[in-house]
């Protein structure tokens, strides 16, 4: 069978019953867990060829194919009830869906979307703080 590695994006052949196992690439050497890879269905949808074991319980835990933007919005929009984060978590939150459309292959949509409603949050809960203050 097929498999790739991670680090290096280097294709090779192994032993099916490889599958599962934890082996060091022969290219560069860093080590990852061997899985087959899956004939893409579609040459214009890098989608429909990821592995077996990229679904989303992994890709929540470690962030593979994850956009960056989406990954800053995501701590931003943890960090915004701080208020100086805010409208960065909005930021960065658009940008990510913006990454993400314009690259169908990266992940994080729900990183962004998080971002970007907690930090429209906050960012109305201290604009209506400051206001508060300022006129009352």
Not at 1 to 10: E, I, L, Y
Not at 59 to 68: D, K, Y
Not at 98 to 123: E, M, N, Q, S, Y
Request: with cysteine; hydrophobic share 45%.
């Amino acid at each position: 069978m097929t498999t790739k590695c991670p680090s290096c994006g280097q294709t090779f052949e192994v032993d099916a019953s490889a599958t599962g196992q934890t082996a060091p690439c022969p290219v560069c050497e860093k080590r990852f867990v061997i899985s087959p890879l899956l004939v893409p269905k579609s040459p214009h949808n890098p989608r429909d060829s990821i592995t077996k074991n990229d679904d989303a319980a992994i890709r929540m835990l470690i962030p593979v194919g994850r956009s960056g933007w989406a990954i800053a919005s995501g701590y931003l929009g943890l960090v915004s009830v701080l208020g100086v984060f805010a409208p960065f978590a909005v930021f960065t939150g658009i940008m990510a869906l913006r990454d993400i459309k314009k690259h169908p292959d990266k992940h994080g949509k729900g990183r962004a979307w998080f971002g970007i409603v907690t930090g429209g949050l906050a960012t109305a809960v201290w604009g209506v703080g400051l206001v508060s203050v300022f006129v009352g």
